[in-house]
């Protein structure tokens, strides 16, 4: 038997469901940038990834189109996803603080990572309409994980005002009203904590906004909620 995460990712890298994404999608797996002009790219909907059991889970933005539209795994083979695994590393939630490639080796313990949005949108920009069609996806993901997770960390504004009506039509009891995003922000859902953190996009990461320790700070504190819920 196919065990559900496995079923609903075959379904979610199937989604030609709005055009603009799909028409970009594969633009850019064609014309590719130069540095990986010898590389084949994904160019699909890019679905989650880590262990199918969490007690964690790690909601962004949407893949980045020479990052994870071309490896085909969340934040993998950019920058962001530099930045996001060293800290799983450091924290003990990652096997190697690197994620260069699908086979690396790569593993997740207890952490499961994912987007509102599961293609590649132009200027990293999904539109609220995008954003939308693809909730069904986040919706079965949650339902599927919430039963052991935790906590749930939010990278990104995008990412915490897509995570509330998602939790609600997964019929997860949270807040109609829910704090506003902030970089350490916590909130309640149902027993859970949801921890707000700067995304790790360059935007961010270069400028000094987001600093490894602060993101560290996050991540530890959503390990310990895991420890004081076990």
Known sequence: MTPPLAGLDARIVECRLCPRLVEWRERVAVEKRRSFADQTYWGRPVPGFGDPDPRILVVGLAPAAHGANRTGRMFT??????????????????????????????????????????????ANKPTPDERDACRPWLVEEVRLLWPRLRAVVVLGGFGWAALWPTLREAGVPAPVRPPKFGHGVEAEADGRTVLGCYHVSQQNTFTGRLTEPMLDAVFTRAVELTADRE
């Open 77 to 122: 083979g950019d920058r962001s996803g530099d930045w996001l695994y060293a800290s799983l590393y450091r924290v003990g939630l990652a096997n190697q603080p690197t994620s260069v490639s699908a086979d690396d080796g790569l593993r997740l313990d207890g952490v499961y990572i994912t987007a509102p949005v599961k293609c590649a949108p132009p």
